[in-house]
């Protein structure tokens, strides 16, 4: 990833932001769309809506604004070099411990930016309090998605996974054309764990609009507990997957036909204190059987903080020098959306 992708995605990082608490999230984006010039509306709870260009049948990129993690004021995005990864984590700049960074999902929101800078014709949704049950999405504009042919949302987490249920519902079907045309592309882009999830934005989009959509890696690790951590390397990789899915599956519309719903569950997001795949299983799209995961080991990423530690490239949210930098942010106590009860 280059200079200016990174200062943009610590930028993103290093915003605050909690379910029902984000504002400081929505307030910076609209600045980023200002600056940019972009087309965009924002709701009454606080959904950003975002049209570029002018298409038949839009692709439609999804991410939320909130995350688990506590408004910190003292949150500082901090950069490591470890095996040959670039890794950012979080810290309190007060205390020096560890403090949530919340790639969860701001590694999608970094993403959805990116390609919306990227393409053409092209609309981004991004969905507030998803963490406590899709609280946006399911109030998703009708109007904003009656042209959108496909929806990818970046919200599975590390680098290798994505969904394939949501609520035990399949996100797209296997055998029809948007099927065959994703299926090997992602999986060489290293995504081989398809697994079962229990929900995330797509999942009242594609019940309500019935197209096909996608639930990728973002790129985030240990999500939910205050040792999070991003693989830049990992976000990179999802960037690059979008864009070739973009080129293969163009301006079209790919319909979702309904099936029964399966009874499936255990996944990583049912493991979430814990912050790592246990259990669940790895769906094999193409025998269509279902095999047993190993318990998750991941004693060689261990980006705990730890005493001395040689951190570069602090960022905090007040103090932005890159990408898309604001420098002034509205009251935490801000009660112009009503999803912030």
């Known amino acids: 990833m280059n200079s200016e992708k990174l200062g943009r995605l610590k930028e993103v990082l290093a915003v605050p932001t909690y379910s029902r608490n984000e504002v400081l999230m929505i307030e910076y984006l609209k600045k980023v769309l200002d600056q940019k010039g972009y087309d965009y509306t924002v709701d009454n709870l606080g959904n950003i809506y975002v049209t570029k260009g002018v298409a038949e049948w839009y692709p439609c990129f999804v991410a939320h604004t909130d995350t688990v993690h506590t408004v910190n004021p003292n949150l500082k995005v901090v950069q490591l070099e470890e095996d040959g990864k670039t890794i950012l984590t979080g810290i309190d700049k007060e205390t020096m411990k560890p403090s949530g960074i919340g790639g969860d999902d701001k590694c999608g929101v970094f993403l959805c930016l990116e390609m919306l800078d990227k393409l053409d014709n092209v609309k981004i949704a991004l969905f507030v309090s998803e963490e406590i049950g899709c609280v946006g999405s399911k109030q998703a504009d009708p109007e904003f998605f009656k042209n959108v042919g496909y929806a990818i949302q970046y919200d599975s987490p590390e680098g290798d996974s994505m969904s394939m ?177």
Not at 220 to 245: C, D, P, Q
């Open 165 to 341: 249920t949501l609520m035990g519902k399949k996100l797209f079907n296997a055998e029809s054309d948007f099927g065959s045309k994703v299926g090997n592309l992602i999986l060489e882009h290293g995504i081989t764990y398809w697994e079962r999830h229990p929900y995330t934005d797509i999942w009242p989009l594609m019940e309500k609009f019935g197209f096909s959509c996608l639930n990728l890696a973002a790129g985030y690790h240990r999500y939910h507990t205050a040792n999070e951590y991003v693989v830049v390397e990992e976000v990179e990789n999802s960037f690059e997957l979008g864009l070739k899915l973009h080129e293969i599956l163009g301006e079209n519309y790919y319909e979702r036909v309904e099936e029964p719903k399966q009874l499936l569950y255990g996944s990583t997001y049912w493991n979430s204190s814990q912050g790592g795949k246990t259990g669940g299983g790895v769906i094999n799209l193409y025998e269509g059987d279902d095999e047993d995961e190993d318990e998750y080991d991941d004693d060689s990423f261990d980006y705990h903080y730890k005493d001395n530690e040689d951190f570069t490239d602090l960022f905090d949210y007040k103090e932005f020098n890159g990408g898309y930098s604001i420098k002034n942010f509205g009251s935490l106590n801000n009660d112009d959306y009503s999803a912030f009860w």
